[in-house]
């Protein structure tokens, strides 16, 4: 039997009717990983001995009926940013590649209780900067698709990981789109959740108002369980916020009869790859036809979106990033023992080029004499495109747009053009601006055989609403196994 080829759900299923054992399951993602890792590279940290001992606990408390979780036994692989107790979570940098957490993060914690076995932590861009996976201290992830191109990010190691079946699902975080954009990229089904619903107690921070935990898996029945696994009230996250429900599985439901589909125009222009556009429109048409209500809209201040998310995003990344100066925890210089010289050299060493660039930039804008003309201006940019959003729901349940303007560039790319690895967010960070649900999935590949994927962003809290659209859709179609899968000696030619 090929358990990793089984979604999150059917392997608990079959672990519960105890046709696998949860050693089994664990061992062929561990096989998997064995065999693709070398190419792929989507782990730093593979937790082998741990991951056995995790499933032989498991494995008996499930055999004395202890432990009923939906996804007891089911191997899950986490993003290097969320802490996990006893095992190394690096952010992908240097200045972190000592650092072990004496505790996880609340959504960890939410997942064991739920008898998931982590198996390891996924590659992504340092400190979760940038959109390929290429700002990696410990090196590239590729592409299962096409080992010549990027995974996205900067979750790009967990959704590979998915892709490439060495796990079952993963989890990742979403700043700007970086766990829908690689979940394009990469042929899976990536979920942003509304701000506030997962804690981000436990998650090393990057931009706080903007960040968020979500699931990465083969399906949207796997991501809307993972979800009411992982979403709590966490008194330890300012954050948090206290939802009226949780059952987000009760939105798997093949009908959109009746919902209102925005199109926004200004998604759909300049700029989108034809291949792209086509493969989303023939999605909307399906919807369409089992009878939701489609029409185009005007979104405004799209066009100011990047700008404000790079200068909020800078600005709370140098704020963030300072407690990284070698004194408290992970990494510091041997070469001096001076107090200010040590800290200058240690975040000299420790840091890469994209986080020392977006660290300035933040320091810069936050500046006496430039506070206003730019942080502020970006705050209350920020607020008029959450109002357009406010605007566009009073119509729409739902709105549909791209991912990404282009399938998966090549690996070295976007960093040899950073305003195009930039621009490359323009479909995704209004929604964590906004603070706005969103999924991406799967709605065809390009003539390079490529994936392409379809956003839906829907409104505060109702995540219900995107999750029945995006269910339709994918049951209109077959999931596409990547080809690292179907024809593993590719891989080493």
Not at 21 to 28: G, I, M, N, P
Not at 209 to 215: E, K, M, R
Not at 235 to 245: A, E, G, I, L, M
Request: aromatic share 10%; net charge neutral.
């Amino acid at each position: 039997m090929d358990e990793m080829a089984l979604t999150a759900l059917e392997l608990a299923k079959k672990i519960r009717k105890k046709e696998i054992s949860v050693w089994e399951a664990v061992k062929a993602a561990l096989i998997n990983i064995e065999k693709r890792e070398d190419i792929l590279h989507g782990y730093i940290t593979v937790d082998q001995e741990g991951a056995k001992k995790r499933a032989e606990i498991v494995q008996k408390r499930i055999d004395a009926k202890e432990l009923l979780g939906v996804f007891a036994g089911v191997p899950v692989a986490v993003k290097d940013n969320i802490c996990t107790k006893g095992i190394l979570t690096t952010c992908s940098s240097k200045i972190l590649e000592n650092f072990i957490p004496t505790y996880s993060a609340e959504a960890i914690l939410n997942l064991e209780r739920a008898g998931a076995v982590l198996i390891g932590k996924t590659n992504m861009d340092e400190f979760a900067m940038g959109s390929t996976t290429e700002t990696s201290y410990y090196g590239v992830t590729r592409n299962p698709w096409d080992i010549e191109h990027v995974p996205g990010g900067s979750s790009g190691g967990s959704c590979a990981a998915v892709a490439a079946e060495e796990c079952s699902f993963a989890l990742g975080s979403d700043t700007g789109g970086s766990i829908r954009q690689p979940s394009s990229f990469c042929g899976v089904t990536g979920l942003k959740p509304t701000y506030g619903t997962v804690s981000r107690y436990g998650l090393i921070a990057y931009a706080s108002s903007l960040d968020q935990i979500g699931p990465i898996a083969k399906d949207v029945s796997d991501c809307a369980a993972i979800l009411e696994t992982i979403a709590s009230y966490d008194p330890k996250d300012s954050t948090s916020v206290k939802r009226k429900y949780y059952n987000f599985t009760s939105a798997l439901v093949e009908d959109v009869a009746g919902l209102r589909i925005g199109i926004p125009k200004d998604y759909f222009g300049e700029g989108l790859d034809l291949e792209v556009k086509r493969a989303i429109e023939h999605a909307v048409k399906v919807l369409e036809e089992r009878g939701a209500f489609v029409e185009e809209f005007d979104l405004s201040f799209v066009e100011y979106a990047i700008p404000a998310y790079y200068i909020i995003a800078s600005a709370e990344a140098s704020s963030n990033l300072a407690r990284f100066d070698g004194v408290k925890y992970g990494y510091r210089t041997k070469d001096d023992t001076r107090l200010h010289q040590m800290y200058k050299k240690t975040r000299s060493e420790g840091f890469g080029a994209e986080v020392k660039k977006r660290i300035m930039l933040g320091s810069f804008v936050l500046s006496s004499g430039y506070y206003d003309a730019y942080y502020l201006k970006a705050l209350k940019t920020k607020t008029l495109i959450k109002k357009a959003f406010d605007r566009a729901f009073e119509k729409y349940d739902v709105i549909v747009a791209p991912v990404a303007p282009t399938t998966a560039p090549k690996l070295g790319e976007s960093l040899c053009d950073p305003l195009k690895m930039y621009l490359g967010d323009i479909y995704t960070i209004s929604a964590n601006l906004a603070g706005l649900p969103g999924i991406s999935v799967p709605c065809g590949v390009d003539k390079k055989g490529l994936p392409i994927g379809m956003q839906l962003i829907g409104n505060c809290f109702e995540e219900d609403k995107v999750i029945r659209a995006a269910y339709t859709w994918e049951r209109s179609q077959e999931y596409k196994r990547c080809p690292i899968v179907k024809e593993e000696t590719k891989l080493y030619c």
